[in-house]
């Protein structure tokens, strides 16, 4: 824990005790999936500085950039992660007993990544399907 963000890091085969809880957590729909990751990771923010305790209002801003990198890194050293909002915030403070400026912000799932055919039918075909962005044009500033 730092004064800015948490990372709760549970690897199935160091605690698996603690993976569990993590998967406890996540939404029915996701633990479908999530339960073939061998490392699930709750993301929270801290919402206040430790040295003043004063709001830091930076606090999301800081913990989703610290979530990118993490992906980024993971994706260079060729891992794959999956972020999900689908998860219950006050079983995850329950679960991991988080003090109160500590707000969960979002459950990451961390591993290499698996052949779709260990995926239920409906996500083997949205893994599948090309994936679709909006296309790159200038933005408009005004
Ligand atoms: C804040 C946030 C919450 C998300 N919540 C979920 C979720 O609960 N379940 C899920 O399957 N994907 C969720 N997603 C989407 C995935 O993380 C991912 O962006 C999406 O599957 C597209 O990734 P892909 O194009 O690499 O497949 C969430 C994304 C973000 C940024």
């Known amino acids: 824990m730092t004064n800015r963000g948490v990372f709760i890091v549970c690897n199935k085969f160091d605690n698996d005790n603690a993976w569990q809880q993590a998967l406890s957590v996540i ?6 999936w999530a339960k073939n990751a061998p490392v ?12 003043n305790g004063s709001p830091n209002r930076h606090a999301l801003y800081d913990t989703g950039a610290a979530s990118m990198s ?3 890194q993971a994706a ?16 995850a403070i329950s679960v991991f007993n988080l003090p109160e400026q500590c707000q969960p912000i979002s459950m990451l799932a961390l591993g290499y990544q698996a052949d779709a055919s260990i995926l239920d039918a409906d996500f083997q ?9 909006q296309p790159l044009k200038r933005p408009r500033l005004c």
């Open 27 to 32: 939404n029915e729909k996701n633990q479908r």
């Open 40 to 51: 699930l990771i709750l993301v929270a923010a801290m919402t206040h500085f430790n040295h």
């Open 70 to 72: 993490l992906c980024l």
């Open 76 to 91: 260079a050293l060729g891992l794959a992660t999956h972020q999900m909002g689908g998860f219950s915030v006050e079983q």
């Open 125 to 133: 075909a949205s893994e599948l399907a090309p994936r679709s962005r």
